[in-house]
């Protein structure tokens, strides 16, 4: 058995097939554990008892949970797969695959009764082509890996959909993921009314009842579309014949706790194990995607242009060097005439603005006029975030929230003044600048459910307000015909963020948020304020710099210092209360990894250092990064430092392919 600990171990348990039924691979049952029971996942089934050291005594499994919940023989390949490459106890991967709570069934509320409107779309001649080479290669080959490349808005969507069609009517089944935000039900209208048949929407926002329910109906073959955030590649389709993996290149496919896979990767792994073909979308493919086409491992389509030709909005860059900020004392984000100019004529003509700002709060931080000291949060190493509507103060990493204190804690005396603006203030702002508005914010404060957050978005489609700020949960794929300006408020922070990703993810960003201009019959514009205009990612963005140039050099530059896509990239994260024993723990395991390795490697070995945020939650993080040159050395290299760590008192956090600092 498998248990959803955190050990590296697989346990026996005898079991008495008389009173509790036939049990095999992938079951899942009830055993005593420690001094309480859990869950544990059968492995595999032996009917003679291993050699045990004197003494030991096997306990016995006390029921066997309901057979519908059985791991899929391919969905524990995934999980075996994934348990070791990333690094994570087999029988915690494992219970990702499955509801929670399975040892008792938990009554849903009635599920929605699908009641689906057939009305399916002809393709357009491009659209026709790129899905008839899809379909004829996987004809020929099953199981192979498409990158559909088209700019938004050029109707990939529909490509999906035509697709998912052909597997349906062979009788199998299909899996489409979309980053976690872009879940919308028009997303699921658009399949389902393409299809004729309901598809379901599999995300972690459902209640443990739903869960179980859609599972049941999703193993059981009566729902063969699912629609899901990155854990869906663990849904338990039979006859999977394609997975969809939208906006591929999206940060959000990569899961940021406890098991932490990344659900593309994943996604290409389920599609090779079930011999489905995957197809990979975006308008700004991964570097690690256009390596893999270079390799010969996918195949690339386009879809060029936008549909029905609409032309891809016009980019105007507003200098903050040159232009000074309007109404500077009264408003705090640094807004140029020009933007408020060209929000002002939008809202004149009745149509929409987006305004995309990826900072949420009042102000950045509060700073004491008297004697410059900073509030910041005494468990992390940030400042407090302030926050004006609801005063308070709060911090961004450990979500700690303080009433705004009156006088500096520092001087006693001082008074705060509050520095750099954010969504909060943003709103407030735009009141003062903009005739006319009615403003909606979308924003992790504002937004905290899938309900909150389809209404808004609901609200802002239907007209009901004419401006929309949101932070990066704006960026994926909404689709709102109205909106014909989009303003970048401030390029600069997404340009110079401390990774080496910063520049493929500034541009993947700038794209997505340029894509929601113009989707409609009117011609749309985007303003991008910000400093830094001659950086490369924006010459890309305004056609000046060769796309496809930027991003050969990117890869070259990758290569050269070996990163990813040329290196596999592992995390080890060293935490503790004590600052100086997760920075001595770190150094030890630098050394010792440093000592296992051959010389012309240990130059891949980064580190260890603080973490760029050095301390969290109360406790002080120092990382430790090593470029592996492949998967074996990757493990190894685990192994050896979860060794040397032993007991050690300080958390260690491994993270394979990390992808935020
Ligand atoms: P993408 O997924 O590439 O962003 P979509 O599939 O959302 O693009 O298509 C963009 C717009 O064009 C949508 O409003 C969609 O309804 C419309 N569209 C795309 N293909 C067709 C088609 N074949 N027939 C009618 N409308 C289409
Ligand atoms: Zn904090």
């Known amino acids: 058995m498998a248990v959803p600990r955190p050990l590296d171990a697989i346990f026996d348990y005898t079991y008495d097939t008389d009173t509790l039924g036939e049990v095999e691979a992938g079951d899942w049952v009830r055993v005593p554990f420690g001094k309480g029971r859990l869950n544990a996942c059968v492995i595999s089934v032996h009917s003679e008892a291993p050699t045990l050291p004197e003494g030991v005594k096997l306990r016995a499994v006390e029921a066997r949970l309901d057979p519908v919940f059985r791991v899929l023989p391919e969905i524990m390949k995934l999980c075996s797969f994934g348990s070791e490459y990333y690094q994570y106890p087999l029988g915690e991967a494992l219970a990702s695959a499955i509801p929670p709570k399975i040892e008792k ?68 089944s299909a899996l489409v ?20 048949v309901p598809a379901a929407l599999w995300h972690s926002a459902l209640a443990d009842g739903q869960r179980q ?35 591929e290149h999206d940060p959000t496919y990569k899961q940021e706790e406890r098991f932490r896979y990344q659900g593309r990767d ?61 109404g500077a004392g009264t408003v705090k984000t640094h807004l140029a005439e020009t933007t408020i100019r060209a929000m ?86 735009l009141r003062l600048v903009l005739n006319g508005a009615q403003i909606l914010r979308l924003d992790r404060d504002l937004i905290t459910s899938q309900q909150r957050l389809e209404e808004t978005l609901d609200e802002f489609r239907a007209k009901r307000a ?107 994260r060293f935490e503790s209360k004590e600052e100086s024993v997760s920075r001595e723990v770190a150094r030890g395991a630098a050394e010792e990894l440093r000592r296992l390795l051959p010389e012309e490697l240990r130059g891949r070995l980064l580190g260890p250092s603080e973490a760029l945020l050095p301390r969290a939650n109360g406790r002080y993080r120092h990382d430790l990064y090593f470029k592996s040159p492949g998967v074996e050395l990757l493990y190894r290299a685990g192994q050896a430092i979860r060794a040397w760590v032993g007991d050690r008192d300080v958390d260690l956090i491994v993270d394979v392919d990390p992808y935020h600092s």
């Open 344 to 429: 002002q004529e939008t809202l004149d003509r009745g149509e929409q603005v987006i305004l995309f700002l990826n900072r949420r709060g009042y102000s950045q931080f509060l700073l004491c006029q008297g004697c410059g000291e900073v509030k910041k949060c005494t468990q992390c190493s940030i400042s407090m975030t302030h926050y004006q509507k609801r005063p308070l103060l709060k911090c961004h990493v450990c979500g700690a929230k303080e009433p705004v204190p009156r006088h500096c804690h520092a001087c006693g005396t001082g008074e705060w003044m509050g520095m750099g603006s954010g969504t909060e203030s943003l709103e407030d702002d």
């Open 213 to 247: 329910d859609l599972w049941r109906r999703v193993r059981l073959g009566e729902i063969r579309v699912v629609i899901g955030a990155r854990s869906a590649v663990f849904a338990p389709l039979q006859k999977l014949g394609m997975i969809i993996v939208d906006e």
């Open 177 to 196: 993921l979309v980053p976690e935000i872009a879940l919308t039900a028009q997303l699921r209208e658009r399949f389902e009314s393409g299809l004729g």
């Open 105 to 172: 069934p938990i009554k849903a509320r009635a599920a929605r009764q699908p009641g689906v409107s057939h009305s399916p779309r002809t393709l357009s001649g491009a659209q026709q082509a790129v899905s008839e080479t899809i379909s004829r290669i996987d004809a020929g080959s099953p199981g192979r890996v498409f990158l559909l490349e088209g700019v938004t808005g050029s109707g990939k969507t529909e490509v999906y959909i035509d697709q998912v069609k052909r597997v349906l009517d062979a009788g199998g």
């Open 466 to 572: 004419n401006v929309l700020i949101g932070t990066q949960m704006l960026v994926k794929g909404h689709d709102f015909p109205g909106v014909t300006c989009v303003v970048v408020v401030s390029v600069d922070m997404l340009l110079k963020w401390p990774d080496f990703r910063a520049s493929e993810r500034a541009l993947q960003t700038l794209v997505q948020v340029s894509g929601r201009a113009g989707r409609g019959e009117l011609p749309g514009r985007v303003f991008i304020q910000g400093y830094d205009l001659e950086h490369p990612v924006i010459r890309v963005v305004t056609g000046e710099l060769d796309r496809n140039e930027f991003l050969a050099e990117e890869l070259a530059m990758r290569e050269m210092l070996a990163y990813p896509p040329f290196s596999r990239l592992i995390r080890f």
């Open 266 to 326: 994943l996604a290409l792994f389920r599609g090779r194990f079930a011999k489905a073909a995957v197809i990979l979308g975006s308008a700004t493919p991964s570097l690690e995607t256009l390596q893999r086409v270079k390799e010969g491992k996918i195949h690339h389509l386009r879809l060029d242009r936008r549909f029905s030709e609409k032309q891809l909005p016009a980019i105007h860059l507003v200098s903050l060097l040159e232009e000074s900020p309007v």
